[in-house]
């Protein structure tokens, strides 16, 4: 078996029901003879760089997985087929990858969801506290007899004024 991933990127106008059936029909291909997958992610709706069948966004999903190369031959002609799927690309990241490998990849791809999640956490606390309202110093005056003057004095030409 070698290891793959692909991208691919479906029509944003499809419902969360057709876009999973894509995603459970390439999982059965791949999954044939013996392949397994690694990871999917959903990215979700993103916009693209240019048009693309004229379209401005595109669902993305991302797919990490271990196969024979028959299987991306037939997964990448059905996406040719699939009028629902605009673009994708496969890259082969392995000649080869045994059971082991398999699972190792599995281990560093929970290790980095969860580092992704406890980034995120962070981020949001520290932006919390940044975010907090701080209380305001304001500077005591003293009263001396200079200052209480002034205010007299102020005080008084307030009245001639109005006057």
Do not use: H
Request: with cysteine.
């Amino acid at each position: 078996m070698r290891r793959y991933e692909t991208i691919y990127i479906l029509r944003p106008t499809l419902s969360e029901d057709e876009v999973n059936a894509i995603i459970e029909s390439t999982d059965s291909v791949l999954t044939g003879g013996n392949g397994q997958i690694i990871s999917i992610d959903k990215w979700g709706i993103r916009t693209l760089a240019y048009l693309i069948q004229k379209e401005t966004q595109g669902y993305y999903i991302y797919c990490d997985y271990a196969t024979e190369p028959g299987n991306v031959t037939e997964m990448e002609r059905k996406f040719r087929i699939d009028e629902s799927v605009m673009k994708y690309m496969t890259v082969k990241l392995s000649d080869s990858i045994d059971s082991d490998g398999i699972e190792a990849a599995r281990g560093e791809y929970e290790a980095a969801v969860v580092a992704a999640a406890e980034a995120a956490a962070e981020a949001e606390k520290l932006e919390e506290e940044q975010n907090k309202p701080k209380p305001e110093v304001t500077e005591k005056k003293e009263a001396t007899p200079e200052t209480v003057k002034e205010t007299d004095d102020s005080e008084e030409n307030n009245e001639t004024k109005s006057d």
